[in-house]
């Protein structure tokens, strides 16, 4: 594996061990598994965005691309930022 790609799962490594370490703390505040969950993703798929948008690693930043048209989707927004709008978490 290069370097790069190394660098790359290290970053994706350590969100998880963050999230897990993080949640495992948490856990006894919830009653409610699916929040539990909702809440593991969100903050799972938050950091990822974070990762792609480059504000985790400065070595580090990712295009997604609309193949059928090539329009890059995280043009002219920080993914991480649209996290709240579609993704369901709770206020714990």
């Known amino acids: 594996m290069k370097s790069e790609q190394e660098l790359f799962w290290e970053e994706v ?31 799972t798929i938050y950091n990822l965005m974070e990762l792609i948008d480059g504000l985790r690693n400065i070595n580090i930043k990712g295009e997604i691309l609309n193949l059928p048209s090539g329009n890059r989707i995280n043009s002219n927004i920080y993914l991480h930022d649209c996290c709240e709008e579609y993704l369901d978490c709770s206020d714990i």
Not at 17 to 35: A, G, I, P, R, T
């Open 13 to 43: 490594q350590k969100i998880q061990y963050s999230v897990v370490n993080v949640f495992l703390l948490k856990m006894s505040k919830y009653n409610d598994m699916s929040m539990l969950l909702n809440d593991v993703t969100y903050e």
